[in-house]
């Protein structure tokens, strides 16, 4: 990475499960704890409603679910990088990505 990381408020999944489900509804699959308290959500691509002919989200639905998640609670950092994972499921109908975030420390 090129840049600083701040320092993440370590949390316990308890805590941070209410704001993840609150806005990935029922797309949530599956939130991940990092050794430096950061997290990983995994979800559902059928969060997004995708434009007729596109295969993936655009940057303007990123940048607006990042948004979002701000605005849920203004102590998150959420991370530049995004993208799609693998889903553990061979019989998913869907794709699944990630998004990187922590509560910031101070």
């Not at 995708?50 to 607006?64: C, V």
């Not at 701000?70 to 799609?84: D, I, L």
């Not at 693998?86 to 869907?94: F, G, L, P, T």
């Amino acid at each position: 990475m090129d840049y600083d990381l701040p320092e993440f408020d370590k949390r316990p999944q308890h805590q941070v499960l209410p704001y993840v489900k609150q806005i990935y509804t029922g797309s949530f699959l599956k939130l991940i704890e990092y050794d430096d308290g950061h997290w990983r959500i995994v979800f559902k691509s059928t969060y997004f409603v995708l434009q007729e002919g596109k295969t993936e989200p655009t940057k303007s639905q990123w940048s607006t679910l990042k948004k979002k998640m701000k605005r849920h609670n203004r102590g998150v950092f959420v991370f530049k990088e995004t993208g799609s994972v693998d889903c553990e499921m061979s019989d998913a109908d869907y794709d699944c990505y990630y998004v990187d975030f922590g509560f910031f420390r101070y």
